[in-house]
């Protein structure tokens, strides 16, 4: 059985839960990256996650992993292999990360700004969109 990591109380409500689980700089762009990308090897998520150190990226992986949204594989190789991947209660994330990345580039666009990696937005919109229409 999995360790859970310790909660100060039970969340006032459902809203502080969700924030609970997906806080942290770092744990929605991981996601993202997992769901545009596939499984990704640590040093893959390090290079893709400009400005994040390495302890941090270890950190968000393993809160990520205690609360059942992604999974580590260690191959027993020389030099350790260790991939990320996605479980299917991570999957049921999608349409909300997916959806706040739609969002975002929304947001920058009102204003003039891009981002610093130009992202296909139509594929974007249509996976979106695309997952959306199938549930």
Known sequence: MKK??????????SMEAALHIL???WKGVILYHLFKDGTMRFSELFRTLKGVNQRL????????EEDGLISRTVFPVVPPRVEYALTE?????????????????EWLERRGM??????DFTELMADTERSSSET
């Open 114 to 119: 891009r981002t610093a990696e130009d992202e």
């Open 4 to 13: 859970l990591r310790n909660y100060d109380g039970a969340p006032g409500c």
């Open 57 to 64: 990226l270890t950190k968000q992986l393993r809160e990520l």
């Open 23 to 25: 806080g942290g700089k």
């Open 89 to 105: 209660e991570g999957k049921t994330l999608y349409e909300l990360i997916m959806g706040l990345s739609v969002w975002g580039r």
